[in-house]
């Protein structure tokens, strides 16, 4: 209920031309099956009745969940979240494990201040880094255009896209144009309907076999002179006979 109370005072503020929002969330893939539902049944939990959410999971916690978490949530496959990792505290570990021998030795209350501090100050830092201010005539505050961080990112992408694109061009050109003009098709339907629709993107592969599996399945291998079976008993022997002939090499 917390964080249902939290998403929709953030995606209901300055929200009236906005048709469709991508919530990040490390159970992204639980908290929206039943999130509507929670809105209309709770007078507290409002939002705009067009809005279309999209959720997803951020990279470092997707890794954990379920396959089919994969194509489904993975911004990988989002229309216009781009190569966005979506975390953020745990992009502020690293920058905390300097701290972290000093805050060891405090108390749980002065711990608790000392990060608090650096969180503030981080989120300062980033404020400020966005871009910057003018007043204009009228006396109110405005943005300028140029943002450093995104520019930065800009232009990576840029270099990227044009190095995709090549090695895109490239792969396409010897593949049944048949095939790219089907999978296109598909992928085009899964950017639209999402759902089942984007199960295309997942994995597929053959299931390892267990422990137990294969211990089974050595057993079933025919026994050698030995007494035991399977390829390493096989090793074993072909070791076995090497060491037998470096014998006989060395007696000769």
Known sequence: MNTDYSICNALGYGSERITKALVIYDVGCQWSVNFWSRVKNSPSLLLPPA?????????????????????????????????????????????????SP??????????????DDHMRDSNWKKLVGLGEGFFSKEGKFMWTISVPSLLKKYKTSNKCLEEMNQAYEQLTAVLDP??????????????????EAIDIYLLKGHRAPTFHEVQIQLMKNPMTPFGSGGSVAWLAEGISIEDSQDQLRSEL
């Open 102 to 115: 000093t805050a060891r030795s405090m108390t749980q209350a002065h711990r608790q201040e000392v990060y």
């Open 51 to 99: 809005l279309e959410i999209v959720p997803a999971v951020g990279k470092f916690h997707l890794a954990a969940h379920k396959l089919s978490c994969f194509p489904r949530y993975s911004l990988n496959f989002v229309k216009g979240a781009g190569h966005l990792d979506g975390e953020i505290l745990e992009t502020l570990w690293a920058p905390f494990n300097k701290i």
């Open 178 to 195: 048949d095939k790219v003009s089907g999978w296109e098709l598909d992928a085009l339907r899964a950017e639209a309907d999402r759902g």
